[in-house]
């Protein structure tokens, strides 16, 4: 028997309606998603058209995300979020409640995004990070809780991010800190 003939009985179940309370709504997904074995959606989710994801990916309650959105494998959407339209985010990337992500918006492989400014200290309310239209964010970068990431602006890898960012910059380091946007870098994403 060859790869191609082998039934494969071990491929995780795909959930599509994660029914988390009594009261819950079905998630409403748009046209033509593709969703990978492994992942599950919430109830109380509403999707736009051609929202792709990566294998187990996990999309809790009260999230809303636009059209052309790439989830990719083992990403994490904590629910009370609000993501829009061509929105890619790679592997491994955790968005936690009270987030709010722009349009064509880039986040790199293991991003973390963050809400809580005290964990277990202090009883504060969350408040998650935004970004604005057209920010890319490189791998493994951290985005600390109310932050604010201009327009166009771009997160490099690794970078660290305690304050905001103002649009069209480069941030760099740990503490991230704002320069100039380099030539090759102005404009919008492509997405």
């Known amino acids: ?3 191609s003939e082998k039934v494969y009985d071990s491929v995780p179940a795909t959930t599509v309606g994660y029914e988390y309370a ?5 998630p409403v997904i748009g046209e033509d998603p593709i969703i990978r074995p492994g992942t599950i959606v919430y109830d109380d989710v509403e ?7 990566g294998h187990h990916a996990l999309v809790r309650e009260h999230t809303t995300i636009g059209d052309d959105v790439l ?13 829009g339209d061509g929105v890619s985010l790679q592997t491994g990337v955790y968005v936690p409640q009270e987030t709010k992500i722009h349009d064509d918006v880039f986040v790199g492989p293991n991003t973390v995004l963050t809400n809580d400014p005290y964990p277990l200290r202090q009883d504060v309310p969350l408040d998650g990070p935004v970004l604005k239209d057209d920010v890319s964010i490189g791998a493994n970068a951290t985005i600390l809780p109310s932050v604010t990431i201009g327009e ?4 490099a890898a690794g970078a660290i991010v305690t304050s905001d960012i103002p649009g069209e910059t480069l941030a760099i380091g740990s503490p991230a800190e704002p320069y ?3 030539p090759e870098l102005e404009g919008g994403n492509d997405t």
């Open 180 to 182: 100039p946007l380099p």
């Open 47 to 53: 999707v736009g058209d051609r929202f792709v994801t």
């Open 1 to 3: 028997m060859t790869d």
């Open 152 to 155: 166009g602006a771009f997160v």
């Open 71 to 83: 989830v990719g494998s083992q990403v994490v959407i904590d629910g009370e979020t609000t993501i």
């Open 22 to 26: 009594d009261d819950t709504t079905p």
